[in-house]
Antibody, heavy 119, light 105 residues
Framework: EVQLVESGGGLVQPGGSLRLSCAAS????????MHWVRQVPGKAPVWVSH????????DYADSVKGRFTVSRDNAKSTLYLHMNSLGDDDTAVYYC????????????WGQGTLVVVSA | DIQMTQSPSSVSASVGDRVTITCRAS?????LAWYQQKPGKAPKLLIY???TLQSGVPSRVSGRGSGTDFSLTINSLQPEDFATYYC?????????FGPGTKLEI
């Protein structure tokens, strides 16, 4: 069974940093692209970033480019999101997701971790 | 960025009804997915490639469309179908979601 478990969320002050982790199990982590998606409760999800199988290719939403960095450790089956210069509008539930069968959809999602940016 | 719109934003229906939700992309796309989300839960993939049912999704759910216009239909609504539905394009970066359609009893 595919399992994705996010951690690392919490309360952080504006301008601060946070690192989110996503522990994967139940599948061959090193063979799938992985994504981060965030969602303000009551709003639509927003795609944040993705990373290819060996970490050599990453893409970001404009709103986080230059501030967030996605990485992965295939030996540990873990995905990371390093977030710097956090602002109020980064407050959201952050989900990690695995690509689905088609390779172009988000087939499996974690339960999410809440990030609150507030003084 | 490709903008996704959905209609209606909300719809009320009863158990046993059929409901159709539409999604429109601001330019032609070739990859569209539909997700269902219940309160406090992560989105769940229902359909990918516009019309392919994800494993385990009941056959009363179907999707169709191409280019810029897509639709999701749920036949014979069941209590577990009442949720919010999102379309999402993965044709180009950044992947974008529609604003959602809330299906209410």
């Amino acid at each position: 069974e595919v399992q994705l478990v996010e951690s690392g969320g919490g309360l952080v002050q504006p301008g601060g940093s946070l690192r989110l982790s996503c522990a994967a199990s139940g599948f061959s982590f090193r063979t799938y692209w992985m994504h981060w998606v965030r969602q303000v409760p009551g709003k639509a999800p927003v795609w944040v970033s993705h990373i290819n199988t060996d970490g050599s290719t990453t893409d970001y939403a404009d709103s986080v480019k230059g501030r967030f960095t996605v990485s992965r450790d295939n030996a540990k089956s873990t995905l990371y999101l390093h977030m710097n210069s956090l602002g109020d509008d980064d407050t959201a539930v952050y989900y990690c997701a695995r690509e689905g069968i088609s390779g172009f959809d988000l087939g499996y999602w974690g339960q999410g971790t809440l990030v609150v940016v507030s003084a | 960025d490709i903008q996704m719109t959905q209609s209606p934003s909300s719809v009320s229906a009863s158990v046993g009804d059929r409901v159709t939700i539409t999604c429109r992309a601001s330019q032609g796309i070739t990859w569209l997915a539909w997700y269902q989300q219940k309160p406090g839960k992560a989105p769940k993939l229902l359909i990918y490639a516009a019309s392919t049912l994800q494993s385990g999704v009941p056959s009363r759910v179907s999707g169709r469309g191409s280019g810029t216009d897509f639709s999701l239909t749920i036949n014979s609504l069941q209590p577990e179908d009442f949720a919010t539905y999102y379309c999402q394009q993965s044709y180009s970066i950044p992947y974008t979601f529609g604003p959602g359609t809330k299906l209410e009893i």
